[in-house]
């Protein structure tokens, strides 16, 4: 009998690839369960509409009744979270629907693993919530718990109900803690995409503050294979950090993206920063790397180009995204950024 795996927030950036990287490598059958925010979109998986081990439900994680009742038809064995509110920014505006998925969400798929025979939970959770670190060191496993915004405050809070829900009640839940991913299918709201798209268009980018923060960069791809090896290998009631070893700061990317496109350093702004914006991620891996085997395969200067050719070749995704009307709300406050600029 073939695995069969529920994945929450599936129609997003990551689960949309975790979903085309399983189906492709491995033999699941694979329920998308998604609530089609502004983040979620179907196009993401165009390709697999007519696929035999795929499936979709348009559905809320914070509603029991729906997921009990999906359960009842598909009785799957696994549940891999994917899905939550994600924009740190969005956070600091209104957390109330960050708590209210990250959250509850969480909470109503515990409930369900509990109610339901699943072999492995998989939450998928962040290196923000372990906040910020200084000039040197890295997060580990067992750095504690220092979220800065409302986003990463509630990932920990899920965080820890899937700590309480393993040891209460022995639900197979594991926790994975990977750094910023980079790819295709990623809403231009977050740094890379909207650095890409605003030099394909010759549009201002805003750089928050100085642009020295670090992130640790990884491949979509490769983030996606991580959790495959959990799902296959890791151990109960354990965490998993994921990172592939990449600190840049923010001002060298863009000017790499820029370089890359033939565009001028003139369209970067610097921009009123981001409050408590955190000033370095770095991913130590080493226990996925030494107990499951896990490598990354993509280096920086590959993804990055990989990344910004298929930005330019899906203009249709791309057009699609622009012209919808949830993107409204980023381009208010995308306006309002740029009416901040620090350094003109
Ligand atoms: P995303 O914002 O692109 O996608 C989130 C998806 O969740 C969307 O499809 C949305 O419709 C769905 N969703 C939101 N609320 C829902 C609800 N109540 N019920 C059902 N579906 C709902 O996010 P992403 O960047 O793909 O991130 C996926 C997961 O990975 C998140 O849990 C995030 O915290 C985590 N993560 C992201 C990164 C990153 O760099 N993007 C890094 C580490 C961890
Ligand atoms: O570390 C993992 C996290 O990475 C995930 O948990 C989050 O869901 C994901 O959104 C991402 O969070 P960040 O806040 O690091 O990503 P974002 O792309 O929003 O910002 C990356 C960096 O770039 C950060 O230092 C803020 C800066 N930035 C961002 C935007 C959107 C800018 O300077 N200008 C911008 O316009």
New binding site residues.
Partial sequence: MKLKLFVTGGAGFIGSNFIRIALETQDYNIVNYDKLTYAGNLENLKDLENNESYIFYKGDITDFDSLNEVYQKEKFDVIINFAAE????RSINNSYPFIHTNVLGTQALLELAREAKITRFIQIS???VYGSLPETGKFTEESPLKPNSPYSASKASADLLVRAYYKTYKIPAIITRC??NYGPYQFP???IP?VILNAIRNKDI???GD?K?I?DWIYVEDHCKAILKILENGVDGEIYNIGANCEKQ?IDIVRLILKILGRDNSLIKFVKD?PA?DRR?AIDSRKINEQLGWYPETLFEDGIKRTINWYRENQNWVNNILTREYFEYYKKQYET?LGEILNE
């Fill in positions: 994600t924009h740190v920014d962040t290196d923000e750094s910023n709201e977050k740094l909207l805003p750089v928050y642009g923060n992130r923010n981001r914006h991620y950024r």
